[in-house]
């Protein structure tokens, strides 16, 4: 497949721009020229620029020089790969235009074959920046981070305040609350957001095997170790390692934990000599770790070096503001992926997920939007597609069980205000939507409302 990006070739030397040009074009490239700094920058400006591809850039120019010119192609630009060209120049300026952030440095009179390389090699490298960034804009749209609960405000404020640090974090919380999620949101908005991010489910690996995950292992280390192995310490190295339920590592494993952050370095299994490690630890688990302590399963020492900001995520009961919106973000990912069209939630299964503890929490509540997307006959989720839950819901009432009445009249009245109050709490206050669900004029819908002496809260 023949290359269609646009290249800028900036040089004073009409030879050199012609050569180059020449050269590039044969191998499909389209090009653009300049003889100056200031007219590149006037090329940049053009909103047709997004096409340019690539710069090639002479460091001696009249006028601006080319170590300005990168300078500010790169505050315009920074997503532009700039080579450096020159016949003349010295190693501090090639390790100046390196820190300005110049992609690469060649030297007059160029060999075609390597600029071919450098040329194919920046423009490879953008495409699987572009790409990464899609990624995680994708990952982004995966994650629900609502904050309507005072709990979920409280806790995004918190995440707000240590992600630019590099304070590690011990998130406490139930199975399925989310922990993991927000470690990968402080990870995104840290200054290590494009290091790795790598995480390690202490629960899930053998105990004889945690080790060698963890710090890595040298070829021959113990029998199956046919390769060498990095481990995970390194290959977060410049990122943040995730430990998930960390409550869950043997002693021996928490030794050498603590020895590895005390150190920043790492020692593989069959030696090799201890590694330096640059890591940002964020931790994890859901179990009382002060208890563990207590109990003798848990290091005090390696608690303290792990919570230097302890923080708790919240489970779904103790989020009920964002329940419902929650439940609607899944059925619109889940139709997106499945190709469906998203399906509404009914009120009757509105309220069957409002009455609901949720012990699995955010993770519980995917999977059922999931099983109900399938389920679901029309275009609207009804309490049968929630399986089990719908069934809980259902027998947990004596639908029989209510207050005594002198009248009819007044119970009907009871009746009017119970349903209305609840038709509320499922619109999540929107008196619109209240009284469209209810076939009501807002102006009746109010007047209802102050005889039956109920408080109308707008959201």
Known sequence: MRPTSTLLIVDDEPGIRRSLGEALAEEGYTILKAERGEQALELLHNPDSEGIGLMLLDVWLPGMDGLETLKQTRALRPDLPVVMISGHASIDTALQATRLGAFDFLEKPIDLDRLLLVVGNALNQKRLEAENQRLRQEMDQTRFFMAESPAMKRLL??????????????????????????????????????????????AAIPEELIESELFGHMKGAFTGAIRDQKGKFREAHGGTLFLDEVGDMSLKTQAKVLRALQEGRVEPIGGGGAVGVDVRVIAATNKDLTEEIKAGRFREDLYFRLAVVPLRVPPLRERAEE??????????????????????????????????????????????????????????????DLGPLAVRHLTEPDPFSFPEFTSLKEAREWFEGVYIQREMKLQNGNMTRVAERLGLDRSNLYKRLKALGIEARES
């Not at 329940?323 to 973000?329: F, S």
């Not at 069209?341 to 309220?351: N, Q």
């Not at 409002?354 to 029309?378: Q, S, T, Y």
């Open 323 to 384: 329940l419902i919106q929650l439940a609607e973000a899944f059925i619109a990912r889940i139709g997106a992926i499945q190709g469906k069209s998203p399906k509404r939630l009914g009120p009757e299964a509105r309220d069957t997920l409002l009455h609901h503890d949720w012990p699995g929490n955010v993770r519980e509540l995917k999977n059922l939007m999931e099983r109900a997307m399938i389920l679901a006959r029309g275009s609207e989720i009804a309490p049968r």
């Open 157 to 202: 404020a918190d995440v707000a305040l240590v992600a630019p640090t590099e304070g590690r974090v011990l998130l406490s919380g139930e199975n399925g609350s989310g922990k993991e999620e927000i470690a990968r949101r402080i990870h995104d908005l840290s200054p290590r957001a494009k290091g790795p991010f790598v995480e390690v489910n202490c």
